[in-house]
């Protein structure tokens, strides 16, 4: 989908030149001069841009149809089976001109360098790796397939048609996009399933996640490098989940936590053997939620022990444990860098399709969405004058997460830190929106052992690491495997809003691109989707401290850097994208040690400052606080 709307930016955009505003003064926003922001995650070579895959809700319908929203970069539309589409399809609907452009450029991505998706399966098939532990999988957002089930008159024509993740979706988008709006949005009260018989489930099995769209691979390579040493149907499964509801509804409406710790008792009854947990960015905040659930006497009711008798590893890769930043633009204003950093001409043709407020509703009716807003507050992100991972000669603190620059010798609105930030959106959103929000998820920082035990009583502190501690599981293991070096949104620039019809009183201000600033949007380090203080503060340092870790499970980090190959439209086997990085060679080759019992010879790898920023973090021992 993505090459679709990047070729036609790339034939459409201006020249830099002309696209780009005139800096601002140095003494209005104090920007960072290019030279002095660090090379090694900023100063990469822009041969070529390259999106998000699918990191959000919404992640590229909008893309296909005006070159919009969070597009990935891949073989997404296989050409014989477009050809193949009805008159009344998408097909039909896009340009000649547009859909040329994407045959030639399909063209090119299938003669460009590819690898053997099997042959780290099979190296190590030569090696004697095979399959020991029961394997389950756990997607992460928007991956999974959402199929309609409803029979009612609005609904029959849809019956067992993915409403998410297919060409079914994108034909109902173009052609009937309200009556698609009605079907993927939940009930605003409830977070449930919205009056009038629509109903949407997750589509189960392994087609549930290993392609998003025809071509554009998510789990598949996975999946063919378990299957090489020995993984099929009886020995692993994926547990797929609805990536809208909240986590508490998952359980009400779809018994998914109940599901899933079915699975892991069956896995283990037949082979005798605990199972290995492999989650992806969401999907790892939907685990650690189930670990507190399946031990809690008013959930699974498996008691403390429960983890440590069935689960042997969990591999959590490009785990968002302290949230995604981009997810307050997304559900503010409808933004993000993905539509930041659009031509005038894409941003108009995205506008007439899905307005602001659209986008804007359509991410808060959906609250497994607002799980990933940022965690830990000013102690993690920092403050109005400085924060944890700000590098030297930065002039520019990525403290304050909203920036308003000075207009006519004054600012155009108030600077907003992290934490601020999140109270402003809960008083400018709609009450039922900060109302699910509120009774659903926790986004502070306990900081005594006496604080954490009361917060597992309370299943709104489930989500969060820095308030709830990992399961009283010694033997366990924890594998933290991310990418590093690709840049990720870290803060932004606002301004008023122009448009007086707009109820969105705020919006990027993308005339600012400077040094790391590209659109008003502030990059910082990470894997191109989640920034780098989410990925490892964890794992690195916050399971270090007893009161997060008190069974002392270990903890193994193996960082893995963005080195993209240039002819790959997805990165090829040494990407560290947040999506792409699930076809990584080296991430496929740790995924099966730890699954054939062999995660002991995986040491750590950590290249990035992660750790010197981890200890600048103000989330100190314990004894600090008494």
Request: with cysteine; charged share 25%; net charge neutral.
């Given at each position: 989908?993505?090459?679709?709307?990047?070729?036609?930016?790339?034939?459409?955009?201006?020249?830099?030149?002309?696209?780009?505003?005139?800096?601002?003064?140095?003494?209005?926003?104090?920007?960072?001069?290019?030279?002095?922001?660090?090379?090694?995650?900023?100063?990469?070579?822009?041969?070529?841009?390259?999106?998000?895959?699918?990191?959000?809700?919404?992640?590229?319908?909008?893309?296909?149809?005006?070159?919009?929203?969070?597009?990935?970069?891949?073989?997404?539309?296989?050409?014989?089976?477009?050809?193949?589409?009805?008159?009344?399809?998408?097909?039909?609907?896009?340009?000649?001109?547009?859909?040329?452009?994407?045959?030639?450029?399909?063209q090119g991505e299938r003669e460009a360098v590819n690898y053997d998706s099997f042959s780290v399966g099979l190296k190590l098939l030569s090696q004697g790796v095979k399959a020991k532990h029961s394997v389950i999988m756990v997607p992460g957002v928007i991956s999974t397939g959402l199929e309609s089930w409803g029979t009612t008159n609005s609904s029959r024509q849809y019956f067992r048609k993915r409403l998410w993740g297919s060409w079914s979706m994108m034909r109902a988008l173009v052609l009937d996009k309200e009556s698609w709006k009605r079907h993927i949005m939940l009930d605003k009260a409830t977070g449930l399933d919205p009056a009038g018989g629509i109903k949407l489930r997750a589509a189960q099995?392994?087609?549930?996640?290993?392609?998003?769209i025809t071509g554009y691979w998510i789990w598949n390579k996975i999946l063919e490098n378990l299957a090489t040493i020995g993984y099929d149907p009886t020995n692993s499964f994926t547990a797929a989940?609805?990536?809208?509801?909240?986590?508490?509804?998952?359980?009400?409406?779809?018994?998914?936590?109940?599901r899933l710790k079915m699975y892991v008792e069956m896995a283990y009854k037949v082979s005798d053997k605990k199972v290995v947990l492999i989650s992806h960015s969401m999907g790892s905040q939907v685990l650690f939620y189930f670990f507190?659930?399946?031990?809690?006497?008013?959930?699974?009711?498996?008691?403390?022990?429960?983890?440590?008798?069935?689960?042997?590893?969990?591999?959590?890769?490009?785990?968002?444990?302290?949230?995604?930043?981009?997810?307050v633009p997304a559900v503010l204003s409808g933004e993000m860098k993905d539509t930041a950093q659009l031509n005038a001409f894409?941003?108009?043709?995205?506008?007439?399709?899905?307005?602001?407020?659209?986008?804007?509703?359509?991410?808060?009716?959906?609250?497994g969405i607002s799980s990933m807003l940022p965690i830990g507050g000013n102690a993690v992100w920092g403050n109005s004058t400085w924060a944890p991972d700000d590098v030297p000669g930065q002039n520019i603190t990525f403290g304050p997460f909203l920036n308003f620059k000075v207009q006519n010798g004054s600012m155009s609105g108030r600077n907003m830190t992290v934490e601020?930030?999140?109270?402003?959106?809960?008083?400018?959103?709609?009450?039922?929106y900060a109302d699910q929000i509120k009774r659903s998820y926790s986004n502070g920082v306990a900081h005594t052992s006496k604080e954490v035990d009361a917060n597992e009583k309370d299943p709104r502190k489930w989500i969060n690491p820095l308030e709830t501690r990992l399961p009283l599981a010694p033997n366990l293991k924890i594998y933290c495997f991310y990418g590093i070096g690709k840049p990720a949104e870290r803060s932004y620039f606002y301004r008023?809003?122009?448009?007086?019809?707009?109820?969105?009183?705020?919006?990027?201000?993308?005339?600012?691109?400077?040094?790391?600033?590209?659109?008003?949007?502030?990059?910082?380090?990470?894997?191109?989707?989640?920034?780098?203080?989410?990925?490892?503060?964890?794992?690195?340092?916050?399971?270090?401290?007893?009161?997060?870790?008190?069974?002392?499970?270990?903890?193994?980090?193996?960082?893995?850097?963005?080195?993209?190959?240039?002819?790959?439209p997805?990165?090829?086997?040494?990407?560290?994208?947040?999506?792409?990085?699930?076809?990584?060679?080296?991430?496929?080759?740790?995924?099966?040690?730890?699954?054939?019992?062999?995660?002991?010879?995986?040491?750590?790898?950590?290249?990035?400052?992660?750790?010197?920023?981890?200890?600048?973090?103000?989330?100190?021992?314990?004894?600090?606080?008494?």
């Amino acid at each position: 989908m993505s090459f679709l709307r990047r070729r036609i930016l790339e034939n459409s955009t201006p020249s830099e030149s002309s696209r780009e505003a005139t800096p601002p003064k140095a003494a209005e926003v104090r920007l960072a001069p290019v030279s002095k922001i660090r090379t090694d995650y900023l100063g990469q070579p822009k041969t070529r841009k390259r999106r998000n895959g699918f990191i959000f809700v919404l992640g590229g319908l909008f893309g296909i149809v005006v070159a919009g929203f969070f597009a990935g970069r891949s073989d997404l539309i296989d050409l014989p089976e477009l050809r193949e589409l009805s008159m009344d399809s998408l097909m039909d609907i896009l340009p000649a001109s547009f859909v040329q452009d994407a045959r030639d450029l399909a063209q090119g991505e299938r003669e460009a360098v590819n690898y053997d998706s099997f042959s780290v399966g099979l190296k190590l098939l030569s090696q004697g790796v095979k399959a020991k532990h029961s394997v389950i999988m756990v997607p992460g957002v928007i991956s999974t397939g959402l199929e309609s089930w409803g029979t009612t008159n609005s609904s029959r024509q849809y019956f067992r048609k993915r409403l998410w993740g297919s060409w079914s979706m994108m034909r109902a988008l173009v052609l009937d996009k309200e009556s698609w709006k009605r079907h993927i949005m939940l009930d605003k009260a409830t977070g449930l399933d919205p009056a009038g018989g629509i109903k949407l489930r997750a589509a189960q099995g392994f087609d549930a996640a290993d392609f998003f769209i025809t071509g554009y691979w998510i789990w598949n390579k996975i999946l063919e490098n378990l299957a090489t040493i020995g993984y099929d149907p009886t020995n692993s499964f994926t547990a797929a989940y609805d990536w809208r509801l909240s986590y508490a509804n998952l359980e009400v409406r779809d018994q998914y936590f109940t599901r899933l710790k079915m699975y892991v008792e069956m896995a283990y009854k037949v082979s005798d053997k605990k199972v290995v947990l492999i989650s992806h960015s969401m999907g790892s905040q939907v685990l650690f939620y189930f670990f507190h659930w399946v031990a809690a006497a008013d959930g699974g009711g498996g008691g403390d022990s429960w983890v440590d008798d069935h689960i042997d590893s969990w591999v959590n890769i490009s785990g968002c444990m302290l949230g995604a930043l981009k997810g307050v633009p997304a559900v503010l204003s409808g933004e993000m860098k993905d539509t930041a950093q659009l031509n005038a001409f894409a941003v108009y043709g995205l506008e007439r399709f899905l307005s602001r407020e659209e986008r804007a509703e359509l991410f808060r009716a959906m609250p497994g969405i607002s799980s990933m807003l940022p965690i830990g507050g000013n102690a993690v992100w920092g403050n109005s004058t400085w924060a944890p991972d700000d590098v030297p000669g930065q002039n520019i603190t990525f403290g304050p997460f909203l920036n308003f620059k000075v207009q006519n010798g004054s600012m155009s609105g108030r600077n907003m830190t992290v934490e601020e930030s999140l109270s402003y959106l809960l008083n400018v959103t709609e009450p039922w929106y900060a109302d699910q929000i509120k009774r659903s998820y926790s986004n502070g920082v306990a900081h005594t052992s006496k604080e954490v035990d009361a917060n597992e009583k309370d299943p709104r502190k489930w989500i969060n690491p820095l308030e709830t501690r990992l399961p009283l599981a010694p033997n366990l293991k924890i594998y933290c495997f991310y990418g590093i070096g690709k840049p990720a949104e870290r803060s932004y620039f606002y301004r008023k809003s122009d448009n007086p019809l707009s109820n969105l009183n705020i919006t990027i201000d993308t005339t600012i691109t400077q040094g790391n600033i590209d659109r008003g949007v502030v990059l910082g380090e990470g894997d191109g989707t989640v920034n780098l203080l989410s990925l490892g503060y964890m794992c690195n340092k916050g399971w270090n401290m007893h009161r997060y870790n008190p069974a002392g499970v270990k903890v193994k980090v193996y960082e893995m850097p963005h080195e993209p190959d240039r002819f790959s439209p997805r990165g090829g086997p040494n990407t560290g994208d947040h999506v792409d990085i699930l076809g990584r060679q080296s991430l496929n080759d740790l995924i099966l040690r730890v699954a054939a019992g062999k995660g002991d010879e995986i040491g750590d790898n950590v290249i990035s400052d992660i750790r010197k920023y981890a200890d600048r973090v103000e989330i100190m021992e314990e004894d600090r606080y008494l």
